[in-house]
């Protein structure tokens, strides 16, 4: 059964602090994304990327980096902590081999920062 | 640009009663579209797609038909179950042979017993 995991379910930050959240996925995909979803607002992509060591900024990158030095990793982090962070995080991936199969998605990172 | 409209919610049925779950999108090109489903606590799972005009998506008796002429992939169920709580997300390709896709913005459903 392929798989998005995502090593955390819940966190709970101090504002100022760096967090970061991991994605690994076992599908050998090129593409992964993080997303964060909140009430009212939808999923919204912060970053993703086509490839090792690639990264494409999506509609809210402010405040957040990533890192992908494997295929199968791909690490969202939070520069310095803030409360308005508080979100589901959300992490997929894709392969532009079966480009009309979607997504596949983590269990997603619920992080409240405080 | 590239955009999903669906319906806001939350909706709340009864069992057995039809669903339907309207979403349309901006006419840019034909995009593969999709319609996502989250249960509480989890992460978004796909539900059914449909890559050209026409086709019609199927899986646990929910159907999309893709149209063209309306820009439109409305979600629909005959008799919905309790198990069918959850949030609904209809997303499409975005173009220019990006993977990206954009998402609407839920719909939670509830049904009652």
């Known amino acids: 059964d392929v798989k998005v995991t995502q090593s955390s379910r819940y966190l709970v930050k101090r504002t100022g602090e760096k967090v970061f959240l991991e994605c690994v996925q076992d599908?050998?995909?090129?593409?992964m994304f993080w997303y964060r979803q909140d009430p009212g607002l939808g999923l919204r992509l912060i970053y993703f990327?086509?490839?090792?060591?690639?990264?494409e900024k999506g509609d809210i990158p402010e405040g957040y980096s990533v890192s992908r030095e494997k295929k199968e990793r791909f690490s969202l982090i939070l520069e310095s902590a803030s409360t308005n962070q508080t979100s589901m995080y959300l992490c997929a991936s894709s392969t532009p081999r079966f480009t009309n199969y979607g997504y596949t998605f983590g269990s997603g990172t619920r992080l409240t920062v405080v | 640009g590239d955009s999903v409209t669906q319906m806001e919610g939350p909706v709340t049925l009864s069992e057995e009663a039809f669903l339907t779950i309207n979403c349309t999108y901006t006419a840019t090109g034909y995009p593969s579209l999709f319609w996502y489903v989250q249960y509480p606590g989890e992460g978004l799972q796909l539900l059914l797609k449909?890559?050209?005009?026409?086709d019609k998506g199927s899986n646990k008796g929910f159907e999309a038909t893709y149209r063209k002429e309306t820009t439109s992939f409305h979600l629909e169920k005959g008799s919905v179950q309790v198990s069918d709580s959850a949030v609904y997300f209809c997303a499409r390709k975005t173009g220019g042979g990006s993977e990206k896709l954009v998402f609407g913005k839920g719909t939670k459903l509830t049904v009652n017993p």
């Open positions: 990327s086509y490839d090792v060591k690639m990264k």
């Open positions: 449909a890559t050209k005009a026409d």
């Open positions: 599908m050998d995909h090129e593409n």
